[in-house]
């Protein structure tokens, strides 16, 4: 790894624009470049993030990355891909599409490109985003452990095989949007109860991360976690026996299934 990596961004999204600002408030050292057919984007970047090298030109990012980031929908990386046949063989490829495959990404560029597949979250923003990665065919380890460390840098990373890529996409890369859900409803629920909204959106947001700092700090399972604060004929236990009714876990076992199918089917598509 290079002293200062020269990072380039394909699309400037809600993730793109997560990772960058979860990279500068990193150790890390990084010189970026943008770009996006918005303006409006580019310049959010360029001003909230005193990035200057943004354009609406994909070529110039891929001229000057070292490592380059496909950070565009699924539906249109083919039309990114075919820009940059022919200019990136020296280049790490890094796709954050959600389902496409680094096997279709090397049919366009060339089975010699070096690729790793992303699938990273929005918390990223605040350093605690939760990614996986796994290796096209001419992906080195180096290049893995590389990639790895630019996310572990703005949260989590592990590595996978490729297999499992669609159900972290279910899981962690669509999973804030469920816990988002989750929070919404206990805050509902404090409201409905006599508690002002701000109060009850505050103690749901901050229940929901220490119970998650709990599971990644003691190492516990959930379950011991949930039985530790279940005690005898308690209030707990009357809530868990409302949720249990409710099929709460089926329903989020289901939603994370429809999301890993549906990014299984984007892949199809290539």
């Known amino acids: 790894m290079t002293e200062s990596l020269k990072i ?51 070529k110039k990012v891929a001229d000057f990355a070292e490592i380059l980031v496909l950070a565009v929908k699924p539906q249109i990386i083919s039309v990114v891909l075919r820009q940059l046949k022919g200019r990136v063989r020296e280049k790490l490829i890094v796709s954050i599409a959600a389902g496409v495959t680094t096997e279709y990404i090397e049919s366009v560029l060339g089975e010699d490109t070096r690729i790793v597949r992303v699938m990273p979250n929005t918390p990223a923003l605040v350093l605690s985003g939760a990614a996986a990665v796994c290796g096209g065919k001419a992906a080195s380890d180096e290049d893995l452990a590389t990639v790895k460390s630019i996310f572990d840098a703005v949260g989590s990373c592990i590595i996978v095989d490729e297999s499992k890529m669609d159900a972290v996409t279910g899981l962690s890369g669509s999973g804030p949007a469920y816990v988002y859900q989750f929070i919404e409803a206990l805050s ?17 947001a901050q229940t929901v991360m220490g119970a998650a700092k709990m599971v990644l700090e003691t190492k516990k399972h959930p379950g011991e976690l949930k039985d530790s604060v279940t005690s005898p004929g308690g209030t707990t236990i009357c809530g868990i026996h409302e949720l249990e009714k409710g099929g709460m876990r089926a329903t989020v076992m289901n939603a994370v299934e429809a999301a890993t199918e549906k990014s299984r089917e984007l892949g199809k598509k290539k």
């Open 8 to 58: 380039g961004f394909i699309g400037a999204g809600n993730m793109a624009e997560a990772t960058i600002k979860g990279l500068l408030a990193s150790e890390l050292k990084t010189e970026l470049a943008v770009s996006d057919s918005s303006v409006e984007r580019l310049e959010v970047i360029r001003t909230v993030y005193g990035i200057e090298g943004v354009t609406k030109d994909n």
């Open 188 to 204: 509902d629920a404090g409201v409905k109860m006599g508690l002002m909204r701000a109060d009850a959106t505050l103690l749901a």
